[in-house]
C-alpha cells in the first residue's frame, strides 16, 4: 500500500474507533440518566452490548489474522483478559437472574 492510502486507512480506523467510544460514554450518561426508569432493560442491553462486541471482536481477528498480521503479546493478552471479563459478567448475571 503507499503511503497516503495506509494513512487514509489508519486515519477512518481511528475514527472509527472514536464514534464507537463517543457511542459508549453516551450510552452510559444516558444509562445513568436514565437510570431508574430503564432498570428492567439493563441486563438486556448488557447482554446485547457483549453480542456486538464478541461479534466484532472476533470479526477483525478472523479479517487480521488472514492477513497475515500476527498480534503482539500486550495485544493478546488484551483478548483473552476480555474474554476473562464477559465470563465473570456472564457468571454476575446469572447469579443475579438466579435470585
Known amino acids: 500500500m503507499s503511503g497516503p492510502s495506509l494513512r487514509g486507512d489508519r486515519a ?3 475514527l472509527g ?11 452510559f450518561g444516558g444509562g445513568v440518566l436514565f437510570a431508574g426508569a430503564l432498570s428492567a432493560l439493563a441486563w438486556p442491553a448488557v447482554i446485547l452490548g457483549m ?3 464478541l461479534f466484532g471482536m ?3 481477528i478472523r479479517l487480521r489474522s488472514a492477513e497475515g498480521y500476527t498480534p503482539s503479546s500486550i495485544e493478546t493478552i488484551g483478548y483473552w483478559l476480555c474474554w476473562a471479563i464477559i465470563a465473570a459478567l456472564l457468571i454476575y448475571a ?3 437472574l438466579v435470585q
Open 94 to 96: 446469572g447469579t443475579e
Open 17 to 27: 474507533s472514536l464514534a464507537a467510544v463517543g457511542a459508549a460514554v453516551a450510552g
Open 51 to 53: 453480542g456486538v462486541h
Open 12 to 14: 477512518r480506523a481511528a
Open 58 to 60: 472476533l470479526g477483525t
